[in-house]
C-alpha cells in the first residue's frame, strides 16, 4: 500500500512538474514572439470590448484584405498590400483570435471550450471594424479559410442595408463549399477538449522552429516561399496557445457552417473573381471554386495551372488584376 501511495505521488509531483515547466516554456515563447513581431497597425474597438487590428494605406475605392487559417495581416502586408495602396485605400484586418484581433466576446475561450468564430461571426466583427474606419462598398478580399469569411461578409449584405456592404468579392485559394471526410487529427485531436488543454501546450512550448518553417514551404508547395517570407510574417504568434485554439476551433467547426452557406451563395449577385491553383491540395479547387462558380451566376474562376495554395504571392500581377476587374464590374473604377 505505501509503495502504491508512492508511486501515485511520484507520478503526480511529475505531472505538476512537467505541466508548470511547459506552462513556463510557452509563456515564455509567446513573450519572444510578441517582442519579434509586435503589432504593426492600429485598434478599433466593436462590441463587447474586442479590439481589431488594422493596418490601412492609399486612397481611392476600398479593398478589405482578410487572410487565412494560422496566419495574420503580415500575410498580406509582406507584398499585394503596398501593390494596391496607389489606386485603393487598402484595409488588413487580423481575423479575430489571430494576429493580434480579439477573440468573439460571445465565445468561450477556456482550454476546454471548444468553440470556434463562424465565419458570419467573424465577418460581424470586422465589419464592425470597417464601419468605424468609414470603409464603404469594399471590394472584400479573402485568402483560404479568409476566402469563406468573404463570403460570409457578402451573404450578410443580403440582409443588412449597410455601407460597408460588399460592392465585389475576390477568392485567393478561398474555402467555399463543404468538402468530404474529416480534416483528420490535427485538427480534430487539437480542437478538442483534450487538445485545448493537453497538446495545445505541449506544441506551443515545444515544437520546434524547423516544424514551423516546413509547414510554411508546405503551404507554397508545388512553389517555395518568397524569400525573406517565414522570417517577416510572424509565424511564432499562430503557436501562442490562445491563438493556435482559436484557429484549430474555427477550422475544426467550420464545415456545418459551409453546408448553409452554400445554400444561400446562388442569392449573391455581386461581381465575384475567383483565383485557384489546380495544385492547390489545401483546399482543393475541384471541391471548392470548381463548386462554388456553379452556384454563383456571376463569379469567374480563373484556374492557374500547376499553381499551389498561395497565388498572391507565387502570381501578385494576376493578384491585383483579380481585385482590379472586381472593383470595375462594381464599377468603382
Not at 510554411?216 to 493556435?244: K, V
Not at 491585383?320 to 470595375?328: K, Q
Request: hydrophobic content about 45%; proline content about 7%; charged content about 15%.
Amino acid at each position: 500500500m505505501k509503495s502504491a501511495r508512492r508511486t501515485f505521488t511520484l507520478s503526480a509531483l511529475t505531472l505538476a512538474v512537467g505541466a508548470v515547466l511547459t506552462g513556463c516554456t510557452a509563456a515564455y515563447r509567446v513573450q519572444q514572439a510578441e517582442q519579434a513581431f509586435p503589432p504593426i497597425g492600429q485598434f478599433v474597438t466593436v462590441h463587447g470590448g474586442a479590439r481589431v487590428h488594422y493596418i490601412q494605406a492609399g486612397t481611392g475605392p476600398d479593398v478589405v484584405l482578410i487572410h487565412g487559417a494560422g496566419g495574420n495581416l503580415r500575410d498580406f502586408k509582406f507584398d499585394l498590400f503596398d501593390r494596391l495602396t496607389d489606386s485603393y485605400r487598402v484595409t488588413a484586418f487580423d481575423r479575430p483570435g489571430l494576429g493580434y484581433t480579439d477573440r468573439d466576446p460571445d465565445i468561450a475561450t477556456g482550454a476546454l471550450a471548444t468553440a470556434g468564430e463562424t465565419p458570419a461571426q467573424q465577418a460581424t466583427m470586422l465589419r464592425e471594424a470597417a464601419a468605424q474606419l468609414g470603409i464603404t462598398d469594399p471590394v472584400v478580399v479573402g485568402h483560404s479559410l479568409g476566402g469563406i469569411v468573404a463570403y460570409a461578409w457578402a451573404l450578410l449584405g443580403l440582409d443588412e442595408d449597410s455601407d460597408v456592404n460588399a460592392a465585389a468579392m475576390v477568392s485567393f485559394a478561398g474555402v467555399a463549399m463543404p468538402w468530404p471526410g474529416d480534416l483528420g487529427p490535427y485538427y480534430t485531436v487539437n480542437g478538442s477538449a483534450f487538445g485545448g488543454a493537453v497538446t495545445i501546450p505541449l506544441i506551443s512550448a515545444f515544437v520546434p522552429t524547423a516544424t514551423v518553417e516546413n509547414v510554411i514551404e508546405g503551404t507554397f508547395s508545388p512553389q517555395t516561399a518568397p524569400a525573406g517570407y517565414g522570417n517577416y510574417i510572424g509565424a511564432p504568434l499562430a503557436l501562442r496557445p490562445e491563438t493556435f485554439r482559436a484557429n484549430v476551433r474555427q477550422v475544426n467547426t467550420l464545415r456545418p457552417h459551409a453546408v448553409v452557406m452554400a445554400e444561400r451563395y446562388p442569392e449573391l449577385t455581386l461581381p465575384v473573381e475567383i483565383l485557384h491553383g489546380t495544385a492547390d491540395d489545401t483546399v482543393p479547387i475541384a471541391v471548392h471554386s470548381d463548386k462554388v462558380v456553379q452556384l454563383i451566376p456571376s463569379a469567374h474562376l480563373v484556374r492557374m495551372e500547376g499553381i499551389g495554395h498561395m497565388p498572391h504571392h507565387t502570381n501578385p500581377e494576376e493578384a491585383v488584376a483579380a481585385i482590379v476587374r472586381a472593383a470595375e464590374r462594381a464599377g468603382l473604377r
